[in-house]
């Protein structure tokens, strides 16, 4: 990336973060309202289309498998295409499935049309929340976390109110156009907000690791889903087949130099038990939002439309009460809102289980309250808490991670309740033990915020401790270096692949012996006989394409160490920035190695150092 490409993403997250916010909202609503508006009108297409339950049922499992195979492909797009560029090309593929579903004239067509749009859907909430993480002040991160959590809630709650009164009205093609109509706004909206803010790594892309992925989360997913239609045999064997290839997945990305998931998050505890808390709220509202409605139908014998009005109080509210838990996360963290949360889930559940013989519409409706409400108050600030720990690197992997985990969540919600509620649909007795399944969801959920609330007290004690430590704080952790024993050319190829200047020179034992930088390999290129100060002179060899080839050919041979600089300045990483200051001052070098107890722990460069100055001016500021 240029360094005006650098400058404009700066001034553009300074400008108008709240603009670009909104588009990524925006598209989190439209991804969680996908993943059920059509569900709703599955008896109408039935009757259209002369298909049955088990055909109409792959277009809720297709688009589950499409969506869930594209979130892990999305972190490495997000790294490889510029962020404008990758939204409206994934906003695209919505827009046109949605054309494709709303003309559909049978089932075939209708399907494909939903795959597509299952293709864009399962990159659209990882693309936003990276979108947020870019832009979002560190002090207002909660705030605009919650914002995003406000729309995953809104999102598959309103679809089934809005779903049920375009059916009242018009047919399913009309509902489908509906939905068009907000791609299309989406797309205008990303082409007008949206800047080009991510930082550009062009990594790798491994086909086999994809292969590997798919096949698990296609496996998984699909053998969840299935798990209560009948045939356990084929559900519990297609379930183990994608544990066999996620473990091949998990070990092969621990092999390459450049994975398409980097699964290091998954290592730091609170990340890990965030992701998994997260699950637990999203579930409940997957969960709740299909079997309270069609007990409403079944049980109590209630309109379509009057059981998803019955719900309406609770969404409305959550709306509420998202933004409001993110900025009390900001100001006082997670220690009461994930807790509380839980409590709220797992009581008014509970309760709610209690009234299936009462036939009270209006307690059923005040008691969801607190279920959706509780689940806001969680997904926000829990999605801020995780990510918070880890590095500004591992973000687009976190996201994806925390993305997958939504996906497994709706399947597993929808699935494991509803079949639940099947055993006894009518009576009430499936209804109640969905409800206390739920509290139970809560309790244990209840039980893993106290413990996320301590491993995070004692990762932010870590990072305070390390922030003592000087330039630790904000170095490159993973540099990259070669070996001493390697050619030139070994450390021209990782300079070319990485895209770095230069490259620490570490033996056996990781201890620093040398630097290389590009200049060296560019003097060695230019010929022992240059003349420095005669231009026409400088670089004789670039004049005879003979000698060029045969001093390339040269550095296949040459030993790194006979052209590196032998004695590297090194920084510990206990130093302060003013020493690491004079350091780049006197020595007007671009980058230091930094050691730990004499072996390389880091790098760091001169524009991490003035990032780190400009974020410590702008907190004396805040």
Same mark, same amino acid.
């Given at each position: 990336?240029?360094?005006?490409?650098?400058?404009?993403?700066?001034?553009?997250?300074?400008?108008?973060?709240?603009?670009?916010?909104?588009?990524?909202?925006?598209?989190?609503?439209?991804? +969680?309202?996908?993943?059920?508006?059509?569900?709703?009108?599955?008896?109408?297409?039935?009757?259209?289309?002369?298909?049955?339950?088990?055909?109409?049922?792959?277009?809720?499992?297709?688009?589950?498998?499409?969506?869930?195979?594209?979130?892990?492909?999305?972190?490495?797009?997000?790294?490889?295409?510029?962020?404008?560029?990758?939204? /409206?090309?994934?906003?695209?593929?919505?827009?046109?499935?949605?054309?494709?579903?709303?003309?559909?004239?049978?089932?075939?067509?209708?399907?494909?049309?939903?795959?597509?749009?299952?293709?864009?859907?399962?990159?659209?909430?990882?693309?936003?929340?990276?979108?947020?993480?870019?832009?979002?002040?560190?002090?207002?991160?909660?705030?605009?976390?919650?914002?995003?959590?406000?729309?995953?809630?809104?999102?598959?709650?309103?679809?089934?109110?809005?779903?049920?009164?375009?059916?009242?009205?018009?047919?399913?093609?009309?509902?489908?156009?509906?939905?068009?109509?907000?791609?299309?706004?989406?797309?205008?909206?990303?082409?007008?907000?949206?800047?080009?803010?991510?930082?550009?790594?062009?990594?790798?892309?491994?086909?086999?690791?994809?292969?590997?992925?798919?096949?698990?989360?296609?496996?998984?997913?699909?053998?969840?889903?299935?798990?209560?239609? !009948?045939?356990?045999?084929?559900?519990?064997?297609?379930?183990?087949?994608?544990?066999?290839?996620?473990?091949?997945?998990?070990?092969?990305?621990?092999?390459?130099?450049?994975?398409?998931?980097?699964? +290091?998050?998954?290592?730091?505890?609170?990340?890990?038990?965030?992701?998994?808390?997260?699950?637990?709220?999203?579930?409940?509202?997957?969960?709740?939002?299909?079997?309270?409605?069609?007990?409403?139908?079944? !049980?109590?014998?209630?309109?379509?439309?009057?059981?998803?009005?019955?719900?309406?109080?609770?969404?409305?509210?959550?709306?509420?009460?998202?933004?409001?838990?993110?900025?009390?996360?900001?100001?006082?963290?997670?220690?009461?809102?994930?807790?509380?949360?839980?409590?709220?889930?797992?009581?008014?559940?509970?309760?709610?289980?209690? +009234?299936?013989? +009462?036939?009270?519409?209006?307690?059923?409706?005040?008691?969801?309250?607190?279920?959706?409400?509780?689940?806001?108050?969680?997904?926000?600030?829990?999605?801020? /808490?995780?990510?918070?720990?880890?590095?500004?690197?591992?973000?687009?992997?976190?996201?994806?991670?925390?993305?997958?985990?939504?996906?497994?969540?709706?399947?597993?919600?929808?699935?494991?309740?509803?079949?639940?509620?099947?055993?006894?649909?009518?009576? !009430?007795?499936?209804?109640?033990?969905?409800?206390?399944?739920?509290?139970?969801?809560?309790?244990?959920?209840?039980?893993?915020?106290?413990?996320?609330?301590?491993?995070?007290?004692?990762?932010?004690?870590?990072?305070?401790?390390?922030?003592?430590?000087?330039?630790?704080?904000?170095?490159?952790?993973?540099?990259?270096?070669?070996?001493?024993?390697?050619?030139?050319?070994?450390?021209?190829?990782?300079?070319?692949?990485?895209?770095?200047?230069?490259?620490?020179?570490?033996?056996?034992?990781?201890?620093?012996?040398?630097?290389?930088?590009?200049?060296?390999?560019?003097?060695?290129?230019?010929?022992?006989?240059?003349?420095?100060?005669?231009?026409?002179?400088?670089?004789?060899?670039?004049?005879? /394409?003979?000698?060029?080839?045969?001093?390339?050919?040269?550095?296949?041979?040459?030993?790194?160490?006979?052209?590196?600089?032998?004695?590297?300045?090194?920084?510990?990483?206990?130093?302060?920035?003013?020493?690491?200051?004079?350091?780049?001052?006197?020595?007007?070098?671009?980058?230091?190695?930094?050691?730990?107890?004499?072996?390389?722990?880091?790098?760091?460069?001169?524009?991490?150092?003035?990032?780190? /100055?400009?974020?410590?001016?702008?907190?004396?500021?805040?």
């Amino acid at each position: 990336m240029t360094q005006t490409q650098n400058s404009n993403n700066v001034s553009s997250r300074i400008r108008r973060p709240e603009l670009m916010i909104f588009v990524a909202a925006f598209s989190a609503f439209l991804a +969680t309202f996908n993943e059920t508006f059509l569900n709703v009108a599955f008896t109408q297409i039935m009757d259209d289309l002369n298909v049955g339950v088990a055909t109409v049922q792959w277009l809720s499992t297709a688009y589950m498998l499409g969506a869930a195979v594209m979130v892990p492909i999305s972190a490495f797009l997000y790294r490889s295409i510029p962020t404008r560029k990758l939204y /409206l090309f994934t906003v695209a593929l919505l827009v046109i499935g949605s054309a494709v579903c709303a003309s559909a004239g049978n089932f075939t067509v209708l399907l494909a049309g939903r795959i597509v749009q299952a293709f864009g859907t399962g990159m659209l909430i990882p693309i936003g929340m990276n979108i947020t993480l870019e832009v979002a002040p560190k002090r207002k991160l909660g705030a605009y976390m919650g914002l995003m959590g406000a729309m995953t809630t809104l999102g598959p709650s309103s679809s089934v109110i809005l779903a049920g009164l375009f059916l009242a009205l018009a047919d399913w093609h009309a509902m489908i156009w509906f939905f068009f109509t907000l791609t299309v706004l989406c797309f205008i909206c990303g082409a007008l907000m949206l800047d080009n803010i991510s930082r550009l790594t062009y990594p790798k892309l491994d086909a086999l690791s994809v292969i590997y992925i798919s096949i698990a989360l296609i496996g998984i997913l699909y053998g969840i889903s299935t798990v209560f239609m !009948g045939n356990l045999k084929l559900a519990v064997a297609v379930i183990l087949l994608g544990a066999v290839f996620l473990s091949a997945f998990i070990r092969r990305q621990s092999r390459l130099e450049q994975p398409l998931i980097k699964l +290091t998050p998954l290592a730091i505890k609170p990340f890990a038990l965030g992701v998994l808390l997260n699950m637990l709220a999203l579930l409940v509202i997957f969960a709740m939002n299909i079997v309270t409605p069609m007990f409403l139908q079944s !049980g109590w014998g209630v309109s379509a439309l009057a059981a998803s009005l019955t719900l309406f109080p609770a969404i409305l509210l959550s709306c509420f009460f998202s933004p409001l838990a993110g900025r009390i996360y900001d100001k006082h963290g997670a220690a009461i809102l994930l807790p509380l949360g839980f409590i709220l889930i797992g009581l008014a559940a509970g309760a709610i289980g209690l +009234t299936h013989s +009462t036939g009270n519409i209006y307690l059923l409706s005040l008691l969801y309250i607190p279920v959706i409400c509780g689940s806001a108050l969680i997904i926000g600030p829990v999605q801020s /808490l995780a990510l918070s720990n880890l590095s500004f690197e591992e973000n687009p992997h976190g996201v994806t991670i925390m993305s997958t985990g939504f996906q497994i969540a709706g399947c597993l919600g929808a699935s494991l309740f509803s079949g639940l509620y099947s055993l006894y649909p009518t009576a !009430g007795g499936g209804f109640t033990a969905s409800c206390l399944l739920a509290a139970a969801t809560g309790a244990l959920g209840l039980l893993l915020a106290l413990l996320e609330n301590k491993w995070s007290n004692q990762q932010a004690a870590y990072h305070q401790t390390d922030r003592m430590t000087g330039i630790a704080a904000f170095m490159n952790r993973t540099p990259y270096s070669v070996s001493n024993r390697a050619t030139a050319l070994d450390a021209l190829l990782c300079m070319a692949e990485h895209k770095t200047s230069g490259l620490p020179i570490v033996n056996d034992q990781t201890q620093v012996c040398g630097f290389i930088s590009d200049g060296d390999i560019i003097r060695y290129m230019g010929g022992l006989e240059m003349e420095p100060n005669n231009f026409s002179l400088r670089y004789p060899l670039w004049q005879s /394409l003979d000698k060029l080839d045969d001093r390339l050919a040269k550095l296949s041979s040459l030993k790194v160490m006979e052209l590196a600089t032998k004695e590297a300045v090194c920084i510990e990483q206990n130093a302060s920035e003013q020493e690491l200051f004079h350091i780049f001052a006197d020595k007007r070098i671009k980058k230091v190695p930094v050691l730990n107890q004499g072996r390389l722990s880091g790098i760091v460069s001169r524009s991490d150092l003035l990032r780190q /100055l400009i974020n410590q001016a702008m907190a004396r500021q805040q």
